[in-house]
T-cell receptor
């Protein structure tokens, strides 16, 4: 596609519910990142994929967070047993190069609200 | 660990005027990349300008330019001839120059909300 596509754009979940957020990167982009952006804050790194390999997941806040990119294109971020502190915008970014030294293309994010 | 600080939560500028957004960072690395991203209400982060730390020349992209002071660890963004469409959140970001998965992530500041007054 022309850009990084994320769905759904908005998600409201009841506390304890599982959610899955989808990222469809630009075709052919090797690198894919997930970031979490709390209200009024800058994005914070969650995890990084190079093709299908998850090379860094040091930013995932707990074992309730899980990300995958099984075929090296579409990625899913799953949050189990959601809690109120998980409410945030989840941004996906991709890069043609493995290093992303020239910057990344971001999607418009999914705003997750846990009630 | 690297940190990025944006000390101006909000700034305003009159249309056609010039405004400068501040950013400082802390790192022990000698080579790295610095970025300014713009985030309008649509939430999509848009790359404004990029600077490589080993280049002394300040980056420029049309109306956007940076003042990169490596010794002071300062990276300010100057927007000239401000337009209504420049209104957005602006984030300064740092990326290591080193190779390896964990080095490719961006570390962001908390952002500066820019208002452009007609």
């Amino acid at each position: 596609g022309a850009g990084v596509s994320q769905s759904p754009r908005y998600k409201v979940a009841k506390r304890g519910q599982d959610v899955a957020l989808r990222c469809d990167p630009i075709s052919g982009h090797v690198s894919l990142f997930w970031y979490q952006q709390a209200l009024g804050q800058g994005p914070e790194f969650l995890t990084y994929f190079q093709n299908e390999a998850q090379l860094d997941k040091s930013g995932l806040p707990s074992d309730r967070f899980f990300a995958e990119r099984p075929e090296g294109s579409v990625s899913t971020l799953k949050i189990q047993r959601t809690q109120q502190e998980d409410s945030a915008v989840y941004l996906c970014a991709s890069s043609l190069s493995w290093s992303g030294a020239y910057g990344y293309t971001f999607g418009s994010g999914t705003r997750l609200t846990v009630v | 660990a690297q940190t990025v600080t944006q000390s101006q939560p909000e700034m305003s500028v009159q249309e056609a005027e010039t405004v400068t957004l501040s950013c400082t960072y802390d790192t022990s690395e000698s080579d790295y990349y610095l970025f300014w991203y713009k985030q309008p209400p649509s939430r999509q982060m848009i790359l404004v300008i990029r600077q490589e730390a080993y280049k002394q020349q300040n980056a420029t992209e049309n109306r956007f330019s940076v003042n990169f002071q490596k010794a002071a660890k300062s990276f300010s963004l100057k927007i000239s001839d401000s337009q209504l469409g420049d209104a957005a959140m602006y984030f300064c970001a740092y990326r290591s120059y080193n190779s390896g998965g964990s080095n490719y992530k961006l570390t962001f500041g908390k952002g500066t909300l820019l208002t452009v007054n007609p």
